[in-house]
Each structure stands twice: as structure tokens, then as C-alpha cells.
């Protein structure tokens, strides 16, 4: 039934700092079906968002193998991986319609069409009120939730989210980590989920990959197994708690007196 | 932001009643600089009035005044010559500005050959310059306007230059993620992201190619208010110096009136306060 659409094995990337090599990422290995969403978890400088831009062809890699797309069905960087920033890099001079519209123009999709999707995404991300305002209108949880619609306009098979909360507040977050999780269930996409956030890692994810910084490696994946849809309440759960510690304990954390 | 319309629910008569508002609130924001300006002009007349100072020294403001309507000035015809050099300059400031901006972006090889150029270039004082450029194309309004651009060209070119290349690395990776030509990534993100940029740059310009074609007039030029200045100069007629000066900062205010609003108009997002 479930078809394995990101397939990483072994993947390591090194960076040059003047005569220095260090390892950005290595031994990276998952597997992740479609219609999953995996979480990445781990500190700054554990290479997290290292592993996303070479999963969308913006960075090469040493060593391991990286399979993209289901078999038999090819797959194309381009058009099928959407990328949601920390920021949400909203055009200033366009308005909100027009901003998610940004990868239909560039990819040169169908206009008439791009733009009934781009309407019908802002009324799922609940911005239907706002496709003619400015960006500078919106609060930033709302600048969020457009760039989410932008990254999913061209219908592209997963979508890479590099701390995409990571720069709202507390309450906002929770609010936005539950939207995700409406928007994942009605739009059926991969989503590769990188936090530093440990509570939103086992919220939102079906799979956590968690990172450790030096050396930056893979300290494992867990499998989530809480039911879905999630609730907030979920996080008061004993299961939620031994997940959590689960992954503390990779990250070395519970031995820090 | 809320969207929502209140205006149906308010009578017609506190309408007006918001407009007076907003009107005075106005009225009230610009007062102390017209209060100021008056306040000088008052001092300045006291003080010829009451300090005995000789009118080559300084005229009254009446006599200024006075002076601008005398038509042996030829004022229209002076005005115009400025006029049209100062325009003439800042158009070509923009033009030769935004192009020159651009190539050096586009072309990294011409970044290090035409860059440090120019910036040399800028060091240079201008008004030095001009008697050179007397040498080589003479007097009238085409050296006039050649001038001018050397003095207001720069800021544009600078500016076109930084607004082009200060865009967001991560917008580019995101644009290249889709792989976007540089053609898309210029037209679609770079160009527009410049915009306010090339807009300060081009309020500069304004400013600047005022004070240019004043310059170019003065060493090349017979015509034009720069040359009534120098002409005012020789024979001391003080007012009519202060009244081409009057009307030189008007021309001034305009140019950099237009570009504002045309600011208002090109990049509305940038002039939202």
C-alpha cells in the first residue's frame, strides 16, 4: 500500500572551512513512505537544514546514496519539492495571491489554472480574506501559512519545512502546528519537518529523525505511533512523554546534571 | 488588519466632520514649519528695516519679491534654460544611473573594472571639472547637461547596484530550487526588490542635478538662472540673486516632488508611512 518516496542512505556531505574539512551531515538514513510526515529534530549545527537543500538539489553530497520519488514514477526537483523557509520571504511588492502564485510563473504553469489553485490554497491556509493585501498586512503567523500555500501551488509531491515556526511565539506555534496538521491531512503530501523543537517533533510527526551536533550524525529514528489526528492534549499522554525522553536521551541530554 | 467597512454606519454629518478632521490634523503638522519660515522672513525684514543694512548687502524681502516681477529679467526664459538642464540631467542620470547599475550586477568582470572607476570618479570634486568640459564641448546647454550628470549620476548607479544584490540569499534558493533562470530571478525578484533603493537614489539625483545645472551654468553657460547669479554677482544687485535663488530651490522642490510621486505610484509598498 504505502510507497517509499524519499530513500536516504548513508548520506554524508562535508564543508571546507579554509583548509579544514568538517562533516555537515553523515550516515543519514531513512526511509519515508509517501503521505508521511517526518520530523527532524536536533541542535543547531547538527546539518538539519543541510540535509533539505541537498534532498532539493542546492547542495551536493560525499558519500551515500539519495532516492527520490516513487518508483516507476519519476521525479523532478524542480516541480515536485516545495520549500517553506523560517522566514516567510513573502514578495513585498506583491500581494498575497500573487506571491503564492511565484512558483506557477517560474515553473510556467497554466495562469487560469495556477490561479483558481492559488485561491482555492488560501482559502485552505484560511487567507481567502487577504489575497489582495500586502504582505506587510499580515502578522507573521499568517505570512507563514501564505508561503505554505506558495510551496504547495505547484502541486509538488513533498515539501521540505526548514524551521518554518521557528520565528513565532509560543502560542502561535501550537496554533500553526495544528493547522499543519490539517493542511498535511487535506493535501496529502510528503512533509520532511525540520525542528529544534522536540515537544513539535513528536506532535506533528509520524517518524522523528533525531541529529546530534559533533560530531553530526544520525542518533536514530523513532517511530511515532500516537493516533491521528493529533490533539493538543496528546502531549499530557505518558506515550507522548517516553517519546519525548526517548529522544532526549539520543540527544545525549539526560545526562547533563 | 481588519477588513471590516464602518463608514455605512456613520451619519453623512460626522463624515464631513472626519474630513475637517484630518484636514486640520494636517494643517496642524505642517504649521511650525510655516510658522518658522514666516518667523524668518519676518526677522529678515525687521532687520533691513531697523539695522541699516545696505540693500547690496541684503534686500528686503519686498524688493525680492519686487525684482521677480521685473520682466528685463527675462525670468521665464531663465527658468526654462534651468529647468530644461535639470530635467535634461536627471533623466540621463536615470537612465545612464539604472543601466550602469544593472551591467555591473549582471557582469562580475565589469563590477571590478567599471566599479573602482567610478568610484574614483566620485571622489573628484565636480565643479573642478567643469571648466574641462567648457574645453572640450563649449558653452551652451548640451555641456550644461553633461555637468550636471557627472555631479548626479552616481547615487543612482550605487543605489540600482545595492537594491539589485540585497535580496534575501534564501528567495534565491527557493527561485533556484524551481530553477529559475537569472532572467526570472532578475525580472521577477531582483528588479522590483530594487526599486526603493533606486527610488532614494533617485531623490539624490534630483537634488543633485539642481545643483549641477547651477554649476554648469555658472562657467558655461549665458543663459539660465546659474548665469543671472554670476551676472547679479558682478554688478552687486543682491535681489536678484536672492529671487533666482528662490526660484532655483522651487525647481528643486518639484523635481523631487515628481520623483516622490511617482514613487507613490511605481513602488507603493515601500511608501505605505
Known amino acids: ?257 | 488588519m481588519t477588513k471590516t467597512d464602518v463608514s455605512q454606519e456613520i451619519p453623512e454629518s460626522s463624515k464631513l466632520q472626519r474630513v475637517m478632521e484630518t484636514a486640520w490634523s494636517k494643517i496642524a503638522y505642517y504649521l511650525p514649519s510655516f510658522l518658522t519660515f514666516v518667523a524668518i522672513v519676518a526677522i529678515w525684514d525687521l532687520a533691513v528695516r531697523f539695522g541699516e543694512i545696505k540693500s547690496y548687502i541684503l534686500p528686503a524681502p519686498k524688493d525680492v519679491i519686487l525684482v521677480m516681477f521685473d520682466p528685463s529679467y527675462h525670468w521665464w526664459e531663465n527658468f526654462l534654460a534651468t529647468a530644461y538642464a535639470c530635467v535634461g540631467a536627471f533623466l540621463a542620470s536615470m537612465v545612464f544611473g539604472i543601466l550602469l547599475g544593472v551591467l555591473v550586477v549582471w557582469n562580475s568582470s565589469l563590477e571590478r573594472t567599471v566599479m573602482p572607476i567610478l568610484v574614483v570618479f566620485n571622489t573628484l570634486p565636480k565643479v573642478a571639472l567643469a571648466p574641462l568640459f567648457v574645453i572640450w564641448l563649449g558653452y551652451g546647454i548640451g555641456p550644461n547637461i553633461v555637468i550636471a550628470v557627472t555631479v548626479a549620476f552616481f547615487p543612482v548607479v550605487i543605489n540600482t547596484a545595492v537594491g539589485l544584490t540585497n535580496v534575501e540569499p534564501e528567495l534565491l534558493q527557493l527561485a533556484r530550487v524551481l530553477r529559475a533562470t537569472n532572467f526570472q530571478i532578475f525580472a521577477k525578484i531582483r528588479f522590483p526588490n530594487s526599486l526603493p533603493y533606486v527610488f532614494a537614489g533617485l531623490k539624490m539625483s534630483a537634488s543633485m542635478a539642481v545643483v549641477g545645472a547651477i554649476v554648469g551654468e555658472f562657467v558655461a553657460s549665458e543663459r539660465g538662472l546659474g548665469a543671472l547669479i554670476i551676472a547679479g554677482g558682478v554688478t552687486l544687485d543682491t535681489a536678484s540673486i536672492f529671487a533666482s535663488l528662490v526660484i532655483i530651490s522651487l525647481l528643486g522642490l518639484l523635481v523631487y516632488t515628481i520623483v516622490a510621486f511617482s514613487e507613490r505610484i511605481i513602488a507603493p509598498w515601500n511608501v505605505r508611512e
Open chain 1, 1 to 257: 500500500m504505502a510507497n517509499t518516496i524519499i530513500s536516504l542512505k548513508g548520506l554524508s556531505k562535508e564543508f571546507t572551512k579554509g583548509k579544514e574539512k568538517f562533516l555537515a551531515v553523515s550516515n543519514v538514513t531513512i526511509d519515508v513512505e509517501e503521505g508521511e510526515l517526518v520530523a527532524i529534530v536536533g541542535p543547531s549545527g547538527c546539518g538539519k537544514s543541510t540535509i533539505l537543500k541537498i534532498l532539493s538539489g542546492l547542495y551536493d553530497y560525499e558519500a551515500g546514496t539519495m532516492e527520490l520519488g516513487i518508483e516507476g514514477e519519476g521525479f523532478d526537483t524542480g516541480r515536485d519539492i516545495g520549500f517553506v523557509f523560517q522566514q516567510p520571504l513573502l514578495l513585498k511588492w506583491r500581494k498575497i495571491l500573487e506571491n503564492v502564485l511565484l512558483p506557477a510563473e517560474i515553473l510556467g504553469l497554466p495562469a487560469k489554472e495556477s490561479r483558481e489553485r492559488a485561491s482555492d490554497l488560501l482559502h485552505m491556509v484560511g487567507l481567502t480574506e487577504f489575497a489582495d493585501a500586502y504582505p506587510y498586512q499580515l502578522s507573521g503567523g499568517m505570512q507563514q501559512r501564505a508561503s505554505i500555500a506558495r510551496a504547495l501551488i505547484h502541486d509538488p509531491k513533498i515539501i521540505l519545512m526548514d524551521e518554518p515556526f521557528g520565528a513565532l511565539d509560543a502560542l502561535n506555534r501550537e496554533k500553526m502546528n495544528l493547522e499543519l496538521m490539517r493542511i498535511w491531512k487535506e493535501s496529502n503530501k510528503t512533509i520532511l519537518f525540520v525542528t529544534h523543537d522536540i515537544q513539535e517533533a513528536v506532535f506533528l510527526g509520524t517518524q522523528v529523525a533525531v541529529l546530534t551536533a559533533s560530531p553530526a550524525r544520525m542518533a536514530g529514528v523513532l517511530d511515532i505511533d500516537l493516533p491521528q489526528p493529533r490533539k493538543l492534549g496528546l502531549r499530557a499522554t505518558e506515550k507522548f512523554g517516553t517519546y519525548s525522553k526517548d529522544i532526549y536521551h539520543l540527544l545525549g541530554l539526560d545526562q547533563i546534571q
